[in-house]
Nanobody, 128 residues
Framework: QVQLVESGGGLVQAGGSLRLSCADS????????MGWFRQAPGKEREFVAS??????????ADSVKGRYTISRDKDNSKNTVYLQMNSLKPEDTAIYYC???????????????????WGQGTQVTVSS
């Protein structure tokens, strides 16, 4: 059974940094692209970043480009994907979700509808 478990959220002041982690279990991690999405109160879930199976390609939402970095274990030994968030803004406040796809070998995804598996989410709050 596939499980995605996020960690690393919290409260931070504007301009600060956080690193989120997502541990993937129950399958061969290196075969699947991974992504991060977020959902703020009263808003729809939106794409943040995604990374290819190899880790060589990454894609970002315009709102986080240059501030966030998605990565995955270089040798895929820890089955973990990360989201380094710098220069945080109050508008980054949301629940952040890790996501992935069911089929091995597929490409990067950037819409919630393309994701088959979701983590439980981790709260990120940025104070002004």
């Amino acid at each position: 059974q596939v499980q995605l478990v996020e960690s690393g959220g919290g409260l931070v002041q504007a301009g600060g940094s956080l690193r989120l982690s997502c541990a993937d279990s129950g399958r061969t991690f290196s075969s699947y692209p991974m992504g991060w999405f977020r959902q703020a109160p009263g808003k729809e879930r939106e794409f943040v970043a995604s990374i290819s199976r190899s880790g060589l390609s990454a894609y970002y939402a315009d709102s986080v480009k240059g501030r966030y970095t998605i990565s995955r274990d270089k040798d895929n030994s820890k089955n973990t994907v990360y989201l380094q968030m710098n220069s945080l803004k109050p508008e980054d406040t949301a629940i952040y979700y890790c996501a992935s796809r069911r089929s091995p070998g597929v490409g990067i995804f950037n819409t919630p509808n393309e994701a088959d598996y979701w983590g439980q989410g981790t709260q990120v709050t940025v104070s002004s």
